[in-house]
């Protein structure tokens, strides 16, 4: 129930994903299937090492996004086979940095983002999720601007909920030297 309350179909009957339960929206056969043929915006997901346990959370939230033009880009980064995690998400995209060695989550970014063919950039940590409407948010914000949507974050510690954590002043020199 608690995750049907926080899916986007809860309120959209016709954002409901293929395959569920339940009667068709508007008289359909079926659920209609998401093609994630015209991604306009790419969701770079860099793994580090022992992240991949944390990934099916990360695109579960993909999947229950109120916008659904998007394309999905997992940067293996952690020397691990992701293949167990990456089971009933064939729409995700596998790119690892390399087999030398890791190269870092800035790097493993970076080559997500060459390997991008949306708009727009979301960076995700493989342990992070997007609450379902972030991407429609972000786009209502600053739709054809060529700046940055930068925004608070929530967090849950200790199993005692989500606190809102402020964002810093954004510091694209900050940015550049971690």
């Known amino acids: ?29 079926a659920w209609p299937v998401s093609a994630f043929d015209k991604a306009n915006i790419s969701v770079v997901i860099p793994v580090c090492p022992g992240h991949g346990k944390y990934l099916q959370d990360a695109l579960d939230s993909l999947l229950g996004q109120t ?48 390997a991008a063919k949306g708009e727009y ?13 972030f991407m429609a948010k ?14 608070n974050h929530l967090s849950a510690r200790d199993g005692t909920g989500l606190d809102l954590g402020e964002f810093r002043e954004f510091d694209c020199q900050g940015l550049l030297g971690e």
């Open 121 to 133: 950039i979301v960076c995700l940590d493989a342990d992070d999720i997007l609450l379902p409407t």
């Open 1 to 29: 129930q608690r995750i049907c309350a926080w899916s986007p179909w809860s309120d959209d009957r016709m954002l409901t994903p293929y395959g569920s339960v339940g009667q068709p929206a508007q008289g359909r056969r």
């Open 138 to 151: 972000c786009l209502a914000r600053n739709p054809k601007a060529n700046e940055y949507v930068y925004c």
């Open 67 to 114: 916008y659904q033009h998007w394309e999905a880009i997992v940067i293996n980064d952690s020397g691990e086979d992701l293949t167990k995690w990456l089971h009933g998400f064939p729409f995700a995209r596998l790119v690892s940095t390399s087999r030398a060695g890791r190269k870092g989550p800035g790097k493993a970014r970076n080559i997500g983002i060459a």
